[in-house]
């Protein structure tokens, strides 16, 4: 009943010339802002899960992560990736689900430095936090400088269940 009132008063407005069309410049904007929230709040939604599913003792802020542009990498403690933000195209071009089952050495290629390869690893194995600059590789074989932070994730017995990366371009 109501919608019938509304649209009797907006045909009588209309036909009194007194309504101007205006074309709709500002959906398009709106709708891509709309699709990168829904995609950022599907990570975030999917972030939450396997830190539940694998009791992390520690707790980020994925959300304000993600809305700074920054990729986040989830590997077992076998550092096989189990879980990449969509936004990992964005950074190398590789779809999330392309990287899934890989090691992030998928990344790495013949200018990546050993060295910082190394410490990377040592700090893996010792199960301490590292930040790094690492050259990767995108998918087109292009390089890109990486800003890597990496955490081991600690489940509540004290046990490493997963690794977190959370990864910039950097300058």
Not at 71 to 78: C, E, G, L, S
């Amino acid at each position: 009943m109501e919608f019938k009132v509304y649209d009797a008063a907006f045909a009588k407005q209309y036909e009194n010339g007194v309504t101007k069309a205006m074309p709709l410049v500002s959906w398009d904007i709106y709708s891509q802002y709309l699709l990168q929230t829904n995609v950022l709040l599907h990570d975030v939604n999917s972030l939450h899960q396997i830190a539940n599913k694998n009791q992390w003792k520690s707790v980020w802020d994925f959300k304000e992560s993600l809305q700074d542009k920054t990729v986040i990498v989830v590997t077992d403690a076998q550092l096989k990736i189990v879980f990449a933000t969509k936004n990992i195209k964005n950074m190398n071009g590789y779809e999330a689900n392309e990287v899934v089952g890989n090691s992030p050495k998928m990344f790495q290629g013949k200018q990546t430095d050993l060295q910082v390869s190394n410490e990377i690893r040592q700090a893996i194995i010792n199960k301490i936090p590292f930040e790094k600059n690492v050259i990767n590789y995108c998918k087109d074989g292009s390089l890109y400088k990486c800003h890597i932070k990496g955490f081991p994730v600690f489940n509540h017995k004290g046990e490493v269940t997963n690794f977190i990366a959370f990864e910039k371009i950097a300058a």
